[in-house]
């Protein structure tokens, strides 16, 4: 991406687009779906349904560049969490949304202090899965399975502005993150464990500084 580019979104003179929140069976094609554990399909399958996972992230970890960065995006809403620490207990807390599904992260830290990093997972115009943060920041992902793992891959940034309206269409602008300011490639992987546990593993590495973040820890639903 480069420059300012203005993108298509539903008609809105006609009946709402009626995509799938997570859609991600149609995005990995019939067969990869299939390879995933049925747990890992229940959880990003449709319907979308309000849940709780309670666990802890067994490592949070950051390099001082990635802290410094961290601490900057403070300013736009904590898109990363700005603390480090292990055994860190934490929810991840799913629902769906007018536009797609939320996964929010809330960490519980030993000081008491709690530290909540939103996202939301949206299907695209043109049927690209996207990661929007705080601040109008979004991430398009590449999805697909590996190993009976669901992986989700940044392919770059950018910033979404509201929505100029033009007669029958709502046609939101994305300016691009410059590739200096990028933090690098974003890669989420989800496991299955078994037991109605999975695994969360993040990992942002950068192309010249390396490792940035990473993050892995145990969940499950709260009750279950």
Not at 161 to 180: D, K, M, N, T, Y
Request: glycine share 12%; charged share 20%.
């Amino acid at each position: 991406m480069s420059g300012t580019e203005v993108v298509g979104a539903c008609d809105t003179m006609n009946p709402p687009c009626h995509r799938p929140r997570h859609g991600l069976e149609g995005i990995l094609g019939a067969a990869a779906w299939e390879r995933l554990p049925r747990a890992v399909r229940a959880r990003f399958g449709e319907p979308v349904l309000a849940v709780d996972y309670v666990g802890e992230f067994e490592i949070v970890r950051a390099s001082l560049l990635g802290r410094l960065l961290a601490w900057l995006c403070q300013l736009i809403g904590t898109p990363v969490v700005p603390r480090t620490g292990r055994h860190v207990p934490a929810i991840v807390r799913v629902g769906p949304t007018k536009e797609g599904v939320a996964w929010n992260r809330e960490y519980r830290w030993p000081d008491s202090t709690r530290c909540l990093v939103r996202s939301t997972k949206v299907i695209g115009p043109d049927g690209t899965l996207v990661e929007k943060l705080p601040a109008q920041l979004c991430m398009p992902l590449d999805v697909f399975e590996r190993g009976g793992a669901l992986h989700f891959v940044s392919r770059g940034y950018y910033f979404e502005l509201g929505a100029p309206r033009f007669p029958g269409r709502a046609l939101p602008i994305r300016i691009p993150l410059p590739a200096w300011l990028s933090p690098g490639t974003t890669h989420v992987e989800h496991r299955d464990e078994s037991h109605g546990w999975f695994r969360f593993t993040l990992t942002v590495r950068h192309r010249f500084f390396g490792e940035l973040f990473y993050q892995t820890g145990r969940f499950r639903a709260a009750g279950g």
